[in-house]
């Protein structure tokens, strides 16, 4: 992965905005859950090119694994 690390902060904190939208939950929960999160490991590790897909898909994928966690 050769994504400069200044323009993958950004696509966190709209990734972590966005998940927080969707679930209803504080800002804090939302980047907690995600550094966290396998979606952050794989985007930090390069797999699959995670960090060229769109913030909504992350967001989506976030929220998949949320609701594997935090039963509803």
Request: charge should be negative; aromatic fraction near 12%.
């Amino acid at each position: 992965m050769n994504a400069n690390p200044i323009l993958l902060q950004k696509k966190y904190s709209r990734v972590v905005k966005c998940f927080a939208e969707k679930q209803g939950i504080s800002l804090d929960a939302a980047l907690n859950f995600f550094y966290h999160s396998e979606v952050y490991q794989m985007i930090r590790e390069g797999i699959s090119d995670m960090h060229c897909m769109s913030d909504a898909y992350l967001a989506d994928e976030l929220e998949q694994e949320y609701k594997n966690i935090i039963p509803m």
